[in-house]
């Protein structure tokens, strides 16, 4: 079984699974704050940053297990992905600049 979970959990995955959160949140904040806290919104918007918070956050410390992402990494998406998953995201982007650096001047499309 962890065979298969680690195949389907890449760093591209959790990238973009990251920014989708951060998406998120940030309509979730302009619902509650500039537009007044309309509901039903509010609370779709706000359900779906707890889930998608405590998924990552689970996922997250598999794949810094497995070795997927570094530490660091799953520490802030679990740590301070529940106030604020901009700083996840801003994570994951720094270390695929790291990862592209490592690599050279070829770009990988699959990271």
Known sequence: ?????????????????????????????????????????????????????????????AAARWRVIPFWLAVTVAILGGLGPFLGSLGFLVEARRRARRRGPVANLDR
Do not use: D, K
Not at 2 to 12: D, L
């Open 1 to 61: 079984m962890q065979s298969s979970a680690v195949r389907w959990v890449t760093f591209g995955r959790l990238e973009a699974v990251s920014i989708t959160h951060s998406c998120i949140y940030l309509s979730l904040l302009i619902c509650a704050f500039a537009l007044g806290n309309p509901e039903p919104a509010t609370f779709i918007l706000g359900l779906s940053h707890g889930l998608i918070w405590i998924a990552m956050s689970l996922v997250c410390i």
